[in-house]
């Protein structure tokens, strides 16, 4: 209650004395700043307050600097380890809360002519670990490999990385910290000490306090300022959304460009100087080798080289649990972190209804048990329901093939990167205001060196020719895009304003909170990095409505295996 903090603002002692009475003016000012405060933090609207009127915040010109790229003379990315010592450590988790991977690199990378690429079979994969730091008396083995960036094109160079490392650790208890060491102990070259945190039990009263949502990061000093904003807010999970390090806006020379294929239209193969990944790895270190960490993959990790191989980096340098969910593919998998069941999918491989991925999602969201975790929340990279002109109903076609899918399991809310902005959908399926349908929200506002989003589609001259909206990458390049039929905007391809979907909307680099209370109720927080750490740039609550929403439907009960409650994959 707020009056219940008016107490501790203590009146001045002699209040007839002039002198105090400026400091009465003042003291009351502060009770009413206060005051003000605790009306505004308990007035946290919530998703049933909505649908809300479409909301956008105008652009603050004075944080438009450019975003630019750390340089390979930072020591934030320069190794700092000898010989075949671990760098690059990281967290991933596995599909429940007993598992988790460590992966980390070692042994140097090599860029240019003629490499020959380590052996990966030359350090082997051990971590040592245990619940007491001095007694790491468990001990697990993994795989390691070495991958390539090759580019037989005469002028460009060629990468082989250093030897990648993956261990999956099992049998943890939940919520428990343990310490771990990394390396080959034979050398010998183990890492230092780290230590991480499991997820909780997967149960309706018991979830990660704060899961960190951001996308489209990239290395510029906007993302260290993200990053750090970030680790104040004192995350137990990051998520990803896609396009982490922006490799390919280099060429293989080390020379960047804000847009590669502007500035370099005859290079013979998109090029990409991978070293910005050991950067970025390094980078990162400090906030990963104890955070986990899940990635779904943008279209900056496609990287094509030689005989039209792609997202090599990507696959090489993460862990995911694919295996541990069913999934044949690195680009889609699922996990639990307590209460809550994420489903990664991949907007860059096929999506169709006859295809791998609807096959596995459809078996994944079966094999729910909403009891055990009431939450559902999937996130891709490119969003369906964004209103920018940048990437415009880009993804119609994923949208087209998934929706559904995802409508009839009551995913509840659904997270993308992409567009540089922010923005956050009111409830919406199909283009229609739906109280059953998931909350959209883009962050793809990491602080990349790209631009950021700022003209909308709706604003006037900005609704793109329908035809250029596909993505190649994404879909092949297939339309899927169509004019609405019904509401203000039938009969065309973008609104005249801001479209009713859209409910808050704003163009800064920031970073967002998720924290589940409890089976209905969800606090999102938007932090915009040019406030205060704990300011918010957006918040809601997103509260379910299980009883109105009723998830896993009969159509889709009567043609499944009926779901084993705690199904061991
Ligand atoms: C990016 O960072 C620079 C300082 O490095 C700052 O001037 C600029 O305002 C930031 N951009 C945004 C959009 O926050
Ligand atoms: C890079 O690798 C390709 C494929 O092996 C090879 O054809 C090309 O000559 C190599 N380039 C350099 C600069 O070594
Ligand atoms: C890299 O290649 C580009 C394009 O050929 C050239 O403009 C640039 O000067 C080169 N940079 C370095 C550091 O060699
Ligand atoms: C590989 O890519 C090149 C250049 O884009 C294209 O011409 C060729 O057809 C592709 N090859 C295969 C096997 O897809
Ligand atoms: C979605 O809306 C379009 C037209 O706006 C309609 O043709 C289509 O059938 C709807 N899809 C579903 C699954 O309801
Ligand atoms: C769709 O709407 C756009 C304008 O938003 C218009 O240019 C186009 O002709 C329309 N297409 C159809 C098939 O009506
Ligand atoms: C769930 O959490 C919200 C927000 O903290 C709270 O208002 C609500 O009473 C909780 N519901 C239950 C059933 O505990
Ligand atoms: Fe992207």
Not at 205 to 222: E, F, H, K, M, Q
Not at 258 to 266: G, K, L
Request: hydrophobic share 35%.
């Amino acid at each position: 209650m707020a009056s219940s903090s008016l107490p501790s603002i203590s009146l001045p002692v002699n209040v007839f004395e002039l002198n105090n009475i400026l400091s009465l003016v003042l003291t009351l000012t502060i009770t009413s700043i206060l005051l003000a405060n605790g009306a505004m933090a308990m007035a946290i609207p919530t998703t049933l307050d909505g649908p809300f009127k479409p909301v956008t915040i105008p652009l603050d010109e004075s944080f438009r600097g450019n975003a630019i790229d750390l340089p390979d003379t930072d020591p934030r990315v320069q190794r700092t380890v000898e010989g075949f010592e671990p760098e690059q450590i990281s967290v991933s988790l596995s599909s429940t809360h007993d598992s988790v991977w460590i992966s980390w690199i070692t042994g140097e990378f090599q860029i240019g002519n003629n490499l020959k690429p380590l052996d990966p079979k030359s350090v082997a994969s051990v971590v040592r670990y245990g619940t007491l730091r001095s007694q790491l008396n468990r001990r697990a083995t993994g795989h390691s490999l070495v991958y390539n960036q090759l580019y037989p094109f005469l002028g460009l160079q060629n990468y082989t990385s250093g030897i990648i490392h993956h261990v999956r650790l099992t049998g943890l208890k939940p919520d428990t910290l343990y310490h771990y060491q990394c390396g080959d102990p034979s050398i010998p070259a183990m890492s230092g000490a780290y230590c991480f945190r499991t997820m909780p039990d997967s149960s309706s009263t018991s979830y990660p306090s704060r899961i960190a949502i951001v996308g489209d990061v990239g290395l510029t000093y906007n993302t260290t300022s993200t990053v750090s904003h970030m680790i104040s807010n004192r995350p137990d999970l990051i998520l990803l959304v896609g396009d982490v390090t922006y490799a390919n806006l280099y060429l293989t020379n080390g020379t960047g460009s804000d847009c590669y294929a502007c500035s370099f239209a005859n290079s013979p193969i998109h090029e990409t100087y991978q070293p910005r990944w050991d950067y970025w790895g390094r980078y990162m270190q400090p906030v990963l080798s104890k955070v986990p960490i899940m990635v779904v993959e943008g279209n900056h990790e496609y990287e094509e080289q030689a005989e039209n191989r792609t997202f090599i980096a990507y696959t090489s340098r993460f862990a995911f649990p694919s295996k541990e969910s069913g999934s044949l593919s690195k680009f889609y998998y699922s996990f639990n972190a307590g209460g809550i069941h994420f489903i990664m999918l991949g907007a860059y491989v096929s999506f169709d209804k006859s295809g791998d991925q609807y096959k596995w999602l459809e078996e994944d969201l079966a094999n729910v048990d909403r009891e055990v975790t009431p939450w559902l929340v999937a996130t891709w990279h490119a969003p369906w329901y964004s209103t920018y002109k940048a990437h415009y109903r880009e993804a119609e076609c994923m949208r087209v093939a998934m929706e559904d899918l995802l409508y009839k399991y009551g995913v509840d809310v659904v997270f993308n990167g992409h567009v540089h902005a922010y923005e956050r959908s009111n409830r919406v399926y199909n283009y229609t205001l739906d109280p059953c349908g998931p909350v959209h929200i883009t962050v793809g506002d990491g602080g990349n060196r790209e631009k950021m989003a700022v003209p909308h589609a709706d604003e006037p001259g900005n609704c793109p020719e329908p035809s250029t909206t596909p993505d190649k990458i994404l879909g092949g390049g297939k339309f899927c895009g169509f004019n609405f039929t019904s509401g203000p905007a039938a009969g065309k391809f973008c609104w005249d304003r801001q479209p009713d979907y859209s409910a808050f909307r704003e163009s800064s680099f920031g970073h967002g909170i998720l924290e589940v209370k409890n089976k209905t109720h969800a606090l999102w927080t938007w932090h915009r990095n040019q406030d205060f750490y704990e300011a918010a740039g957006d918040q809601i609550y997103i509260v379910r409505q299980p009883d109105l929403c009723p998830v896993q439907p009969e159509t889709y009960r009567l043609n499944k295996p009926k779901p084993q409650k705690a199904k061991r994959r």
